[in-house]
């Protein structure tokens, strides 16, 4: 492996200015950042997007052009002079000329870099910073010959996740109070990738959209939080699953939301929220988990809001996600398990074609203290 040069030998590398990177397929251009480009500078800084994820100033009265210009010439022309910090403009290919957001490499020394990057809000959504953050690692492994590229996100930042997923990077774990942001000291995912390392995107098994003229089968979003808490703190909820907290909060729900956010991103399974085709409201959920391992084996769990029950919800939701599992061929078998006197959720399994196989005994307890037998349930 080449030895890593350190920052001024980086900088020696581009005698003749910022290096253009460009890729025609990825239809993403990162070029120098010029003074033409400060109004967006200053559009993108006020964003409240930008502001909660990112450390842009935010000084009285809002981030101006004076401070845009403070930024290229202290932070930009300045980073490039002395080889420690690189940022380029990314611009579309749909619009040439046009200042689409930046992105940059902290270079730490000893082969060690940090990325940076956000995007002005209206160039979002269109695999412009995935394809921005693939130049940047390609320059950074092949032409500045870094050793590792770390990327860093205050958790919670799915875009920023996602878009370092897309390029290859790992999300390693949660380093506590590691990000300053504005003075709080915030939780931050963490993620190295090497030179040596896959430059392949990394699996994310977002929930597909599965719709029918009753029911939309799609991810749990934070505004499902309050039906989600009506539905865990409902009597009949609390006495089959043991494990929701005795005094769930919107808290908890929001935690749940999350979990099935990160359950997507290591494709350790697949939540669904059961809406109303109509008004989209939550009217249960439904999830199948414990795939990805050595065996095509997964488990469906489910639970219904008080308002939906008895309407033959979660038996057309466990259907349409057990068709899905056996024709995508991501599973062999299924298994549901429901606790013996639970009648309503038995039911659920068999009307979704599932017959049981066996029981196993006095396993699973309940919210009044006492432990009943599971019931298994397979496909014949
Ligand atoms: C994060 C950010 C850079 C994403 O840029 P982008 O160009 O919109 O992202 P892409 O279009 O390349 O998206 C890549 C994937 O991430 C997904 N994605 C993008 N933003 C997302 C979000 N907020 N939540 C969930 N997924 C998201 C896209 O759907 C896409 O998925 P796909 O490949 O399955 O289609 C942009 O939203 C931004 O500037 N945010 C504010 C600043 C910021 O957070 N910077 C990062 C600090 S660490």
């Keep these: 492996m080449p030895a ?32 033409a480009d400060l109004p967006r500078v200053v559009e993108q800084c006020r964003d409240p997007e930008s502001i909660r994820w990112t450390t842009v100033p935010t000084p009285e009265g809002g981030y101006g052009l004076a401070d845009a210009r403070a930024f290229l010439d202290h932070v930009v022309v300045e980073g490039w002079r002395s ?3 690189l940022c380029w403009a990314v611009e579309g290919a749909d619009r040439p000329g046009v200042f689409c957001g930046s992105i940059d490499l902290r270079l730490h020394g000893d082969g060690l870099a940090e990325v940076g990057f956000g ?20 320059f950074a492994f092949d032409v500045a010959r870094l050793r590792a590229v770390r990327w860093r996100a205050v958790v919670g930042n799915w875009g920023s996740r996602r878009v370092a997923a897309a390029a290859g990077w790992p999300c390693e774990g949660v380093v506590r109070a590691s990000l300053v942001h504005r003075g709080e000291l915030l939780d931050g995912w963490v993620g190295t990738l090497g030179v040596t390392d896959p430059r392949t995107p990394r699996p994310w098994s977002e929930p597909p959209l599965l719709a029918g003229p009753r029911l939309r089968l799609r991810p749990f979003t934070d505004d499902d939080a ?19 907290s005795r005094t769930y909060t919107r808290e908890h729900a929001l935690d749940y939301v999350e979990g099935a956010r990160e359950s997507a991103a290591t494709g350790a399974g697949l939540v669904w929220c059961v809406a109303d085709a109509g008004d989209d409201r939550c009217l249960g959920a439904i999830s199948l988990e414990g795939f990805g391992g050595y065996a095509k084996r997964a488990e469906i769990g489910y639970w219904a809001h008080p308002e939906a029950r008895g309407r033959g919800v979660l038996t057309e939701a466990t259907q349409r996600v057990t068709a899905w599992a056996e024709e995508s061929g991501l599973v062999d078998s299924v298994l549901i398990r429901a606790a013996e006197g639970n009648t309503a959720s038995r039911r659920v399994a068999v009307g979704a074609g599932y017959r049981e196989v066996g029981v196993m005994p006095r396993c699973e307890p309940l919210g009044d203290g006492t432990t009943v037998d599971l019931v298994l349930y397979a496909r014949p």
Excluded: F, Y
């Design 226 to 244: 309050d039906r989600v808490v009506e539905a865990c703190r409902d009597p009949r909820t609390q006495h089959w699953l043991v494990s929701l």
């Design 83 to 85: 080889g420690q910090n």
């Design 119 to 138: 995007l002005h809000p209206d160039a979002r959504g269109r695999h412009l910073m995935s394809g921005a953050l693939r130049l940047v690692r390609d």
């Design 4 to 35: 890593a040069p350190d920052a001024p030998a980086l900088a020696r590398l581009h005698p003749h200015g910022v290096p253009v990177l460009g890729d025609p397929s990825l239809g993403v251009t990162l070029r120098p950042l010029v003074a």
